[in-house]
Nanobody, 126 residues
Framework: VQLQASGGGLVQAGGSLRLSCAAS????????VAWFRQAPGKEREFVTGIRRRVGGTHYADSVKGRFTISRDDAKNTMYLQMNNLKFEDTAVYYCAATLGSPILSSVGRPITYEFWGQGTLVTVSS
């Protein structure tokens, strides 16, 4: 499975941005997928994810109500719609996927995912 992330850029605080992650090698509907981010000097942190069989979506508290994850099976692509962006959302965003079926407690752990995109930089100016 290969993942290709895109859509990052520079945006003012309060603005919106949509990230895309195109998958190849496997139907994205057969994967558990997630978005993580890593700010300079910080550890990679979970943003949001969709579990494989259950299909439920999960969000970090810091992005609830502002970010939305979605998936287009026909385009084999997942998205991260980010609204009302804040300076602290500045980070490199990574899409991730696993062929497994992570339990709820594993959804937010980077080690759960064996496939990673290359990252796309989101910079929010205050």
């Amino acid at each position: 499975v290969q993942l290709q992330a895109s859509g990052g850029g520079l945006v003012q605080a309060g603005g919106s941005l949509r990230l895309s992650c195109a998958a190849s090698g496997r139907a994205i509907g057969n994967l558990a997928v997630a978005w993580f981010r890593q700010a300079p000097g910080k550890e990679r942190e979970f943003v949001t994810g969709i579990r494989r069989r259950v299909g439920g979506t999960h969000y970090a508290d810091s992005v609830k109500g502002r970010f939305t994850i979605s998936r287009d099976d026909a385009k084999n692509t997942m998205y991260l719609q980010m609204n009302n962006l804040k300076f602290e959302d500045t980070a490199v965003y990574y899409c991730a996927a696993t062929l497994g079926s992570p339990i709820l407690s594993s959804v937010g752990r980077p080690i759960t995912y064996e496939f990673w995109g290359q990252g796309t930089l989101v910079t929010v100016s205050s």
